[in-house]
């Protein structure tokens, strides 16, 4: 497999090298996870490679070509990088660009994808400890992009802040969007937490959890081995029967369950209703250092409120009795507004080598991201925090969106104005490549 040096800087003991590999498995985790930290367990090595060991991924469209930054025997950055042949499980969505390109005689797919698959949430999407290195990676890909005939390289919900730079730096293009997620200032228990709505929703939340409770169902929470592989079945089959009844093919399989749970332990959560001691319905999350993240719910029978008891309340509840500052749901669902949480920004950066279809997309996104800010407005006037509580709640969701989504280390991409009044480096500042030849090291074969 062809590599690629670059010299970092003048004070370098060794070059870094840039090359692509197709499967985890070529990495050792220590090496991968101590790039990301605690805090973000999608982009985890566990988290990656229990889609890749159980069948997940490229069933869907998803081949995994993720880059990797090494300076001597040190693995200094990487990408979670995937060769698309569609955009299902993005979550930016992205088919009428595809449409558009293809009816101008272009081929939309094979792309490329930096994203964490099936999953909307947003954190750290280039890893490293060194801005300049974050800089080369996002050129090697770019690279990869252009060299491989490929029309696009998405990178999707990563921090605004380095969507920002990489828009400067990098002639991507910002995508923006709206979240709505759940923020603990340090509720002392749920009741200090109602008390900061407005009357009327501290009455209708009261109401749906005692309606909940009406069904006298038995509710757990469970956590990493405490999952049987009982649970796992019963909850598998409602994830599956939401699938087909809403999207399709389900896009995870049984195993990949029973693998993250080997791989993250206790970070991995259950939470069930039984009736009689049978699972009747079930939501599955995932823990962070400061984050709760809720994925997916499903059920066989139905339980009026219950699934805002399981994915909403009780998930609330946990994060009070934790201490744990976040709460992220998902993606979409305007009613969360209701319920206690705020308006969140994501963004995402796309590079178009086409001239005119990116000026095509540029105009889109301008008149797309000012509609958004509209919105965004909307939400946080909408809110269900009284008048003393809202402006505080939208401020903490506001600081973790500067600072919570990045790495442990606070690098990601680099500055480029910045790192030339500040670094002395041996490349052109930003670590650019230098000749890559003809092709770059895509090792799948395009689909």
Known sequence: MSTEALQSDSTAQAAIELRVVESLADVAQADWDALVGPAHPFVSHGFLSALEATDCLEPQGWY???ILATQGDQLVGAMPLYLRDNSYGEFVFDWSWAEAFERAGGQYYPKLVNAVPFSPVAGPRVLTRTPEVGSAIVEYAQQLTEKNDLSSLHLLFLPPSEAETLAETHQTQTRTGVQYQWFNPGYADFDDFLARLTSRKRKEIRRERKKAQEA???LVTLAGTGIAPSHWDAYYEFYCATFYRKWGSPRLTRAFFDELVARLGDRVLLELALDAG??????FLVRGEDTLFGRHWGAIEDYKFLHF????????????ANKIARFDAGAQGEHKLGRGFVPVMTASSHYLPH???????????RRERAAVADYFRDCASRTAFNEESRDAALAAAQAFAES???SHSGAGVENKAESESETATGAESGGSLSDVGDRMPITRARP
């Open 404 to 406: 919570g989504l990045q």
């Open 355 to 365: 001239p005119s279809f990116s000026r095509a997309v540029a105009d889109f996104l």
């Open 278 to 283: 049978r699972p009747v319905a079930g939501a």
């Open 309 to 320: 008891e399981l994915c909403y309340y009780r998930p609330l509840d946990f994060c009070i």
């Open 64 to 66: 995994s070509q993720h």
């Open 216 to 218: 006298d169902l038995e």
